[in-house]
């Protein structure tokens, strides 16, 4: 089967210059080159991630499976719909544990936001995430199904990852927009684990995680990681994990630091200075 995020490589590519072209001539800085080629770097490691045999499980999950569904226009809008919903549950996880931020974080690392950050994908996320679509399989959909819906879930969520594009009436009320998406990797505290969604918002809308743009965003993370190395960029939060593994006294306290909630806390943030075509260091 083709694979639609691999195709549309080309597509990323062309669409980030373009964007870049067009920061450089609003002169908005929205746009650092260094930044830019640390995501590309980052996405590009990320495609290892290709080679773990997620069809396969799909596929024996499918197969043990007593239940059988066929393609047909109602089947993929309940596919579709069934992977942004373990989606967002998958997404919402990657924030509240932080075994699984460790690997999320990559993604909101960046002090930027512009579309070469969509690609900026960590490269160890795939060895976990296809444990959240299981239930998916064993409800009868055929793994060609279900890697379908997914990269075009993956797709959607490319274009949102931008500032140019502002207010969206009511197509905001449904579907993720650029406003939401751009909450959502803010640092600002009312924005802190808000806006879940891929495709669609109502997730949030429903589950109590949703936030308006209301405030300039600041975006990256608590504890910025003021590092362009890619290698860097995935293991850092680990080493921090493990670091305060060995504070902690008791087995308990050490299970805590790998599945209890990252330590975010606003008040410990230090203060935060953008980056911009001025300041960037190149």
């Known amino acids: 089967m083709k694979n639609l995020i691999l195709s549309a490589i080309p597509f990323f590519l062309l669409t980030i210059i373009l964007e870049a072209v067009w920061d450089k001539i609003k002169g908005t800085g929205f746009v650092t080159w260094k930044d830019s080629l640390t995501n590309i770097a980052i996405g590009t490691g990320s495609l290892l991630g290709k080679f773990i045999p997620t069809a396969t499980i799909y596929w024996f999950c499918w197969y043990i499976s007593p239940l059988r569904i066929e393609p ?12 942004d919903f373990f989606y967002y549950w998958f997404h919402r996880i990657s924030h509240e544990s932080r075994f699984f931020w460790n ?19 960590s490269w160890f996320g795939g060895l976990v995430a296809w444990v959240f679509y299981v239930p998916i399989a064993l409800l009868g959909f055929p793994p060609e199904m279900m890697l379908t819906a997914h990269a075009i879930n993956l797709l959607y969520q490319y274009w949102i990852h931008t500032q140019f594009i502002g207010r969206l009436g009511w197509l905001e009320w449904i579907f993720n927009c650029p406003t939401h998406h751009r909450v959502h990797h803010g640092v600002n505290e009312p924005y802190l684990d808000k806006n879940y969604g891929g495709i669609l918002i109502i997730w949030d809308r ?30 850092h939060a680990w080493k921090e994990m493990l670091d305060a593994m060995r504070t902690r006294p008791t087995w308990r306290e050490k299970w805590q630091c790998v599945w209890g909630a990252p330590a975010m806390n606003p008040a410990q943030a230090p203060a935060w200075q953008p980056e911009t075509r001025a300041t960037a260091q190149v």
């Open 72 to 83: 047909a226009w109602w089947s993929w809008a309940v596919v579709l719909l069934l992977d």
């Open 206 to 235: 429903l589950f109590g995680t949703f936030a308006e743009e209301t405030e300039p965003v600041r975006y990256g993370i608590i504890k910025p990681l003021r590092s362009y190395n890619p290698l860097w960029a995935n293991l």
């Open 103 to 121: 690997m999320h974080v990559v993604h909101h690392s960046s002090d930027h936001y512009n579309l070469s950050v969509a690609v900026r994908q």
